[in-house]
C-alpha cells in the first residue's frame, strides 16, 4: 500500500530589535500608543509545519522547557485563527526550535506566530491576501504586525501600523539577556513618565552616520520601567556601554534585552567572547541585522 506523501516546509523566525521605541499617548481602553524603529537579525527560532490528521505542537531547543503547547501557545493561536479564516479544520503538525529566550523583549513569541500564518498558508495551499493575513495577526498580538513583515519598519499605534523602510545600514549587534524573563504587562503598569513627542520617525535617514545620529536623540521609553521590574537590566547596559568600538547600547522592547550596535559582527564576535569570560550565565549572541 502506498502511503500519503507528508508535506513539509520549514520557515524562519528572526528576532525583532527595537531601535528606538517611544511612547506617545494612552487609548481610552489602557492600550498605549508607540512609535518604535525596528530591525530584524539573522538569529531566531526555527518552525517546521507538515501534514496531519489533527493540530498539534512540539517545542524543541535550549529555552523550550517553559512553555505551553496548548490552545494559549501563540503558535497554536496563530493556526487556530488561519484555520477559522478559511472555514476548515486545522490540521498539521508543528515543530518548533525554540532559540530564543521566552519574554525577552525579542518578540519571540510574536515571530513564531508570524512564521506560522506564513507557514500554514503553504501547507494548506489557500490564497490570502496580505491584508487578510494581517488583520490574523492584529488578534494574535501587538507585536505580530511587524514580524509578518521580517524586515526594517516603523511600528505605530498599537502595533497594527506597520510602515516598511527600505534596505538600512548593516550594522554588527550584540544580544545580551541574563535569562530573566520579563513580563511586559509589568513594565507597562510601571511605565509613569511622561509621553513622548509624536512625528520622531517622519524621516529615516539611509546612510549610517545620520541614522546613528537620530538613534542617540532617540531613546526606549520603557527602559526605567523595565529596569524597576528587573533591576539586572541596569547592569547590562551598564557592561555593554564598556565596550570597546560600541556605537549605541539599549533595552530592546519591554526586556530583558539589551543591545550594542557595531560597525560589523566582527566587532561584536569581539565583543561577546569577552563578556562570555565574564558572564557564563549569560545569553550572549552576537548577529546582524537582515536588510
Known amino acids: 500500500m502506498i502511503q500519503p506523501k507528508i508535506e513539509k516546509f520549514s520557515v524562519f523566525a528572526p528576532v525583532k530589535i527595537n531601535l528606538s521605541l517611544q511612547i506617545i499617548g494612552r487609548r481610552n481602553d489602557g492600550f498605549h500608543l508607540l512609535e518604535s524603529l525596528i530591525v530584524f537579525a539573522d538569529q ?19 529555552f523550550a522547557g517553559s512553555l505551553s503547547t496548548d490552545k494559549n501557545n501563540l503558535v497554536m493561536k496563530a493556526a487556530a485563527l488561519l484555520a477559522d479564516f478559511h472555514k476548515i479544520r486545522p490540521k498539521a503538525h508543528i515543530e518548533l526550535n525554540k532559540n530564543i529566550p521566552i519574554a525577552s523583549g525579542l518578540g519571540g513569541g510574536s515571530a ?3 512564521a506560522t500564518l506564513h507557514a500554514l498558508t503553504k501547507l494548506w495551499r489557500f490564497p490570502i491576501s496580505d491584508q487578510d493575513l494581517n488583520k490574523i495577526a492584529e488578534q494574535i498580538g501587538s507585536d505580530v504586525p511587524v514580524c509578518l513583515n ?4 516603523i511600528m505605530e499605534g498599537i502595533g497594527e501600523r506597520v510602515h516598511r523602510l527600505g534596505n538600512l545600514p548593516k550594522f554588527g549587534i550584540l544580544l545580551v539577556n541574563s535569562n530573566f524573563p520579563v513580563s511586559t504587562q509589568e513594565v507597562f503598569q510601571k511605565y509613569e513618565a511622561n509621553f513622548s513627542a509624536p ?5 529615516i535617514p539611509k546612510d549610517r552616520e545620520t541614522l546613528l545620529k537620530l538613534l542617540h536623540s532617540l531613546q526606549n521609553d520603557l527602559t526605567q520601567a523595565s529596569i524597576n521590574t528587573a533591576p539586572e537590566i541596569k547592569n547590562i547596559l551598564s557592561v555593554l556601554s564598556d565596550l570597546d568600538n560600541q556605537l549605541l547600547v539599549r533595552l530592546t522592547g519591554s526586556g530583558g534585552t539589551c543591545f550594542a ?27 546582524s541585522i537582515l536588510p
Request: charged share 20%; no cysteine; hydrophobic share 35%.
Open 150 to 153: 521580517q524586515k526594517s519598519a
Open 44 to 62: 531566531g527560532d526555527g518552525l517546521t509545519v507538515s501534514s496531519a490528521d489533527t493540530l498539534s505542537l512540539t517545542i524543541k531547543g535550549p
Open 112 to 114: 513564531d506566530a508570524a
Open 261 to 287: 550596535l557595531f560597525d560589523n559582527t566582527e566587532n561584536a564576535q569581539e565583543a561577546a567572547e569577552k563578556l562570555n569570560k565574564k558572564f557564563p550565565d549569560w545569553w550572549i549572541n552576537p548577529t
Open 199 to 203: 512625528g520622531s520617525l517622519n524621516q
